[in-house]
């Protein structure tokens, strides 16, 4: 008889999205007690069903970035994916009556399901709290499902949301540097031009910009301090909602180009026009790569932490 299987993040979607039934998704986590009331109702649905649809579980603490991507804020919940999209939901405990008589009679699994989240400010606890009837679900008032509470897990602000930010900078730093000390301005252009916003005798650096201590200083510092921020609304913003190293370098990427074509096109003809000296095409290859660094080094560092 065809029990719940466990999916993870690696395997969501080979497992759930390109599956070729519906597959009933029950987010539950360890220490939620209504989660364990659902269990043995999901097991006996999993054998009734058994050829019709698949029922599988996801851990919302060993899989936060799912539980992102999908909105889950109220555990059990229960969405059904249907050809690789989210076909209708119940969020808290429900009886087996109810549940069966959705699914067969199409109410869950119709495509009409939204999402919506609990009333009341996402947090870890046990306690139990009222739920909410999902559309489409068509459950009677006696049918009020029992939820627990559960945050949606984005980073925190500790030193290893600044590590991907200074990671990008060091990698964008030195091959902009590099190139420019072969083809360009110099090698310590990149950091006197970027100086120049502030000091304001740096402006009439030409096509060749000699060495300069507070110069360098400054624009070291004031790069890697971009840098940082950009990988803070990357980090909180952008990467939870990228579940895997791929994503978030492809992300990462598509996140540099953005910032190169802002920069470029808009600021720095506004605010700095005399970095514009600087190799453009090394520039954008430069953002590019500063992209794929601040991806990488956002996963191995804050998504896995």
Known sequence: MATPYQVSTKDFDNRVLRAAEPVVVDFWAEWCGPCHMMAPVL????GELEGRMSFAKLNVDENPELSVRYGVEGIPTLIVFSQGKE???????????HLLHSVETNRL?????????????PTRSARP?????????????????TTTAVSVTRPSITWRVLVPGLVASLVLGMWQ???EAIVGAGLWSPPIYIAA???????????????????VGLGLMGHMMNSVIFGLIFAFSIGP?????????????????????AMWFVVLPLVNPVM???????????????????????????ARA
């Open 43 to 46: 097991d006996q649905l999993a």
């Open 87 to 97: 076909a209708g939901r119940i969020v808290g405990f429900a009886p087996k009556p």
């Open 109 to 121: 699994t119709g495509g009409q399901g939204g999402t919506r989240r609990l009333s009341h400010p």
């Open 129 to 145: 709290v009222l739920g909410r009837r999902q559309p489409g679900t068509n459950l009677s008032m006696e049918a009020f499902m």
């Open 177 to 179: 540097m590099i190139v």
């Open 197 to 215: 916003t502030l000091l304001r005798g740096l402006q009439g650096a030409g096509s060749t910009a000699s060495f300069d201590l507070a110069g």
């Open 241 to 261: 909602r990228l579940t895997s190293l791929g994503r978030q370098i492809a992300g990462g990427i598509v996140y540099g180009v953005v910032i190169f074509a």
């Open 276 to 302: 514009l000296n600087l190799n453009a095409a090394a520039f954008f290859v430069g953002h590019m790569m500063w992209g794929a660094a601040l991806g990488s080094a956002n996963y191995l560092v804050v």
